[in-house]
């Protein structure tokens, strides 16, 4: 197992606001990951989990989401650790935009 990627993306939108952007926006990460598909996209709480399939794999993802920011960890398989560099790139290019 490798380390999680894992960020915080700051926001001022609040808790539920924030959380609604992000419900309305799980959509828009499929066409981040060629050939990727989101599953199991549940709420527990302020807690988003979620699993992204790519290249025969598969990522479990949770987002916590906090008044002024919101925590992302992705526990990826070995195989596509091996882009952990470029995700973390890409969440946090893209992430910031979903959450204005």
Partial sequence: MTDPVE???RHSLGREAAKARI???????ESYIPGGTV???????DRLN???AA?????????DVRDDH???SAVLPPMLALFAGKIRDVLNREGPK???
Avoid at 23 to 29: D, N
Avoid at 39 to 45: I, M, P
Avoid at 55 to 63: I, L, N, S
């Fill in 7 to 9: 960020l915080d993306i």
């Fill in 23 to 29: 419900a309305g926006g799980i959509g828009k990460l």
């Fill in 39 to 45: 599953t199991d996209n549940r709420w527990e709480g």
């Fill in 50 to 52: 979620f699993t992204v």
């Fill in 55 to 63: 290249m025969g794999q598969r990522a479990q993802v949770t987002v």
């Fill in 70 to 72: 919101v925590h992302l």
């Fill in 98 to 100: 979903l959450l204005k």
